[in-house]
Nanobody, 112 residues
Framework: QVQLAESGGGLVQPGGSLRLSCVAS????????MSWYRQAPGKAREWVGDITVSGITNYGGSVKGRFTISRDNAKNTVYLQMNNVKPEDTAVYYC??????WGQGTQVTVSS
C-alpha cells in the first residue's frame, strides 16, 4: 500500500525558514516524480512545485526563489525548504506522487 507522510510544519515568523519532509512507503520512490501542493483556508489547492526522477525542479510563481524542493532516494523522502516565508504562505502543505497518492498534510502558519 502506497503511503505518504508529511511532517515539519508549525508556526514560523515572517522572514523565517521551515523545512517540510514527506516520507514515502510502499513504492519504488526513486522512480517517482513528487509534487508539493498547499491549501489555504477558503482557497483551492495550489501547486507549489515538483521534482522529477532526475532531480529537475519546477516551481509556482508565488514561491519561486524562496522555496526549494529536493529529494533523498536513500531515505524515500522529498523535502520542501521554505525560506523568507510570508503570511500568505500559511496553508496545509501536501505531497503527492505521480500516480495520485496524497499525504495527510502538515499545517504551516506564518505569523508574528
Amino acid at each position: 500500500q502506497v503511503q505518504l507522510a508529511e511532517s515539519g510544519g508549525g508556526l514560523v515568523q515572517p522572514g523565517g525558514s521551515l523545512r517540510l519532509s514527506c516520507v514515502a512507503s510502499g513504492v519504488i520512490f526513486s522512480r517517482m516524480s513528487m509534487s508539493w501542493y498547499r491549501q489555504a483556508p477558503g482557497k483551492a489547492r495550489e501547486w507549489v512545485g515538483d521534482i522529477t526522477v532526475s532531480g529537475i525542479t519546477n516551481y509556482g510563481g508565488s514561491v519561486k526563489g524562496r522555496f526549494t524542493i529536493s529529494r533523498d532516494n536513500a531515505k524515500n523522502t522529498v523535502y520542501l525548504q521554505m525560506n523568507n516565508v510570508k503570511p500568505e504562505d500559511t496553508a496545509v502543505y501536501y505531497c503527492r506522487n505521480d500516480v495520485g497518492t496524497w499525504g495527510q498534510g502538515t499545517q504551516v502558519t506564518v505569523s508574528s
